[in-house]
């Protein structure tokens, strides 16, 4: 009988219809597993769960699948037995992740931090013709399901999208074409996996190749972009920035950053918003299915992605 290991078990229904054969278990990968765990093909850990440790990995000896409810999977790689597939939480979040990088840009541009500060005095502050996408010029690093999103929102309200990615392909450029795009750019939005080939990616020559009063977005994940500098471009007041994400993350209390006008930050909230877990339980589904009848599964992480 196939077994599928759930985080928890109030979410069953979003998993969709199911083969009345397969025994459906929950784990809150806390503590020891259940002994039904050690009969788990497919198992799916709570959303953020780090790995567990590898003598526990090894009681599950039937174990072909680890889908995660992450889009990131850092903590992940070489973690799980030869043999078992990983799958990232691709799709989850993205929708709801694209939207804050959208918000961020658009709260810098339309200058909201300085509004909402008059506001606070009672103050009718005077206008200073704040930036539109019209017209903007924006990178988007990544074209999968966050840097798709961001790009079509923004090409719909009439920006310039520039999209870079790992694979060249039609519309969407590669990293070594960074050093002549980024002159030409108003905002960069990071949207790519945290890997070895994009940690600190964004550093002191990527920004400083970027225009005076350039934008950059951060929805991804705080190691690419190389906080020092950064810091140094946003003390300066030459660069704003918006960031969801953050190196080292939580940011210290006594961290600059947070006291920087031109900078806003909030806290890893891309993903996670009302309906995520109904989303992650129709994808956890979905791959089930797969699974069950030998299709092959979405989301296979490959290339640390
Ligand atoms: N703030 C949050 O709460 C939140 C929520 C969800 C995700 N995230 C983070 O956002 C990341 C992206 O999510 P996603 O769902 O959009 O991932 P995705 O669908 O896998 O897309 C990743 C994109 O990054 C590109 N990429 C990978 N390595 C690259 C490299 N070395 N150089 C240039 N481009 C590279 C990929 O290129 P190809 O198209 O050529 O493969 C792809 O376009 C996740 O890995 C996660 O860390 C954060």
Excluded: K
């Amino acid at each position: 009988m196939p077994t599928a290991c759930l985080p928890d078990d109030r979410h069953g229904a979003d998993l969709g219809p199911l083969p009345g054969d397969v025994q459906l278990i929950a784990w809150d990968a806390d503590g020891a597993p259940p002994a039904e765990f050690a009969r788990t093909d497919f198992w799916v850990p709570p959303y953020g769960a780090p790995p567990p440790p590898a003598d526990v990995l090894r009681t599950a000896a039937s174990l072909r699948v680890v889908q995660l409810l992450s889009a990131g999977v850092e903590p992940w790689l070489g973690q799980v037995p030869p043999g078992v597939t990983l799958c990232s939480g691709r799709g989850i979040h993205g929708g709801s992740t694209a939207e804050l990088a959208i918000a961020g840009l658009l709260s810098a541009w339309r200058e909201l931090p300085r509004f909402q500060a008059a506001q606070r005095e009672h103050r009718w502050a005077a206008p200073s013709g704040g930036r539109s996408l019209d017209g903007a010029r924006v990178l988007v690093l990544g074209a999968g399901d966050i840097g798709r999103r961001v790009g079509a929102v923004l090409r719909l309200l009439d920006a310039e999208v520039t999209s870079v990615a790992r694979r060249p392909r039609q519309d969407v450029r590669t990293l070594d074409e960074l050093p002549d795009l980024l002159p030409q750019q108003d905002a960069v939005v990071v949207a790519v996996p945290l890997t070895p080939q994009t940690h600190h990616l964004v550093d002191a020559a990527f920004l400083a190749a970027l225009p005076d009063g350039a934008v950059l977005v951060n929805v991804a994940r705080g190691g690419i972009v190389d906080t020092d500098a950064l810091l140094a471009e946003a003390r300066s007041g030459r660069l704003r920035a918006f960031l969801d994400v953050t190196d080292p993350e939580p940011l210290p209390a006594e961290h600059e950053l947070w006291q920087l006008p031109n900078v806003q930050i909030t806290p890893h909230v891309g993903g996670g918003t009302l309906g995520w877990e109904r989303r992650a339980y129709r994808l956890a589904g979905e791959q089930l299915r797969r699974f069950l009848t030998g299709a092959p599964l979405q989301n296979v992480v490959e290339a640390g992605y």
